[in-house]
């Protein structure tokens, strides 16, 4: 039903079911096999109401979840020009819902770093950078700053999410006007950008580290306390200014090393933060 002999609605209906069937575990593996993700891609063309990229976008957003563990649908839509094709549609031109779509597509899938590269290369970026901006939703704030995490693990991309202007950005998504899951990607993305000395500088400049500090109190969830404390660890490496910012705060270097030793129940692995093995 997703084929050129289909109506443009039966496609837009067998793509709605199929974005919902690979919400499940395992069936995102089965749907991108039997081939749906080449016809998915061609949704996206300009020739395609906002309905069907809407749609199209979600379903793309799922299937490319799991991009690290599964190759097989994050390279299905690299090979049928997706990455183009999603960026296309984080321009102002679309609507909020595609927009947010292909930001989780893309989140997802730059956690490989092949399809990072190919993905900054593409002009992401920019893009990204300005949906960090006041008129966008707290739910696309936290996407992208997710994508630009995801982006920041790569090196060749470090410089330029801090040229675009992502980093005072990034920074006052820190501030108490954002809910908890922006802070745990802003402070995130902050941290994987922290180890470049330019950005370190500058995030220290924006005033990041009194945010921070307060992410590590009692308000803030044990996964949230962890990201923190990685991207304080990562400031402070390389700065006497950074640490004694975080130390007038209350944030001490032996505070952070026990919170790093402890890591509430989390670890770092593969730049992603995940539950400790019990």
């Known amino acids: 039903m997703l084929g050129p002999g289909s109506s443009g609605k039966a496609r837009e209906n067998a793509a709605l079911v199929l974005g919902g069937l690979a919400r499940a575990p395992g069936n995102a593996e089965i749907i991108g096999a039997a081939g749906a993700i080449p016809p998915l891609v061609q949704m996206l063309g300009p020739d395609s109401q906002a309905l069907a990229q809407g749609i199209a976008t979600d379903a793309l957003a799922w299937l490319a979840l799991g991009a690290t563990t599964y190759a097989g649908n994050a390279n299905a839509i690299a090979d049928a020009g997706g990455i183009p094709a999603l960026v296309r549609l984080l321009g102002g031109g679309s609507p909020a819902d595609v927009q947010h779509n292909v ?8 956690e490989r770093d092949d399809i990072g590269a190919a993905i900054a290369d593409a002009g992401t970026i920019p893009l990204l950078v300005q949906l960090l901006g006041p008129t966008t939703s707290a739910a696309m704030h936290s996407n992208t700053a997710a994508a630009l995490g995801s982006l920041a693990h790569l090196a060749a991309n470090k410089a330029p999410i801090a040229a675009a202007g ?13 809910p908890a899951d922006v802070h745990f990607n802003a402070v995130g993305a902050l941290g994987k950008l922290a180890d470049v000395t330019e950005n370190a500088a500058a995030i220290i400049f ?10 590590l109190g009692p308000h803030s969830t044990a996964k949230a306390q962890f990201m923190a404390t990685l991207a304080m660890s990562a400031l402070g490496s390389g700065s006497a200014e950074a640490r004694a910012t975080m130390a007038a705060a209350g944030a001490t270097s032996a505070l952070l090393q026990r919170m790093l030793v402890s890591g ?14 019990q």
């Not at 129940?265 to 093995?277: M, P």
């Open 103 to 110: 930001v989780k597509g893309l989140c997802r899938l730059a």
């Open 166 to 178: 992502a980093i005072p950005l990034l920074v006052q998504l820190l501030g108490p006007a954002s």
């Open 206 to 215: 924006r005033g990041a580290i009194p945010y921070m500090v307060q992410m």
């Open 264 to 277: 509430g129940g989390y670890v770092l692995d593969g730049g992603k933060v995940h539950a400790a093995q």
